[in-house]
Nanobody, 119 residues
Framework: QVQLVESGGGLVQPGGSLRLSCAVS????????MGWYRQAPGKQRELVAT???????NYADSVKGRFTISRVNAGNTVYLQMNSLKPEDTAVYYC?????????????WGQGTQVTVSS
């Protein structure tokens, strides 16, 4: 069984920073890509940032220049550094991972972590 465990969410004032982490555990061969998505109340889930193996990060226009996605040494943990947070960044943030495992490639999701930006 593959699990994604997220951490780092919380309440922060506008202009503040948070760092989210997502660790993949379980029997896998490799990770093709990892990413962060978010879903605000009453809205659809949207892409925040993704990072493929050997590729450049991809960001939603709304977070470019403020958020940074990273993964150290192609390991099983992905981070999302969020700076200059705005109230509109408030959402549940979900991690996902595109992994190679037996018997086939599959995409898995974490349980989500709440980020609230408010004064």
């Amino acid at each position: 069984q593959v699990q994604l465990v997220e951490s780092g969410g919380g309440l922060v004032q506008p202009g503040g920073s948070l760092r989210l982490s997502c660790a993949v555990s379980g029997s896998i061969f490799s990770i093709n890509a990892m990413g962060w998505y978010r879903q605000a109340p009453g809205k659809q889930r949207e892409l925040v940032a993704t990072l493929t193996n050997g590729g450049s990060p991809n960001y939603a226009d709304s977070v470019k220049g403020r958020f940074t996605i990273s993964r150290v040494n192609a390991g099983n943990t992905v981070y999302l550094q969020m700076n200059s947070l705005k109230p509109e960044d408030t959402a549940v943030y979900y991690c996902n991972a595109d992994v190679e495992r037996w018997p086939r490639r599959n995409v898995y999701w974490g349980q989500g972590t709440q980020v609230t930006v408010s004064s």
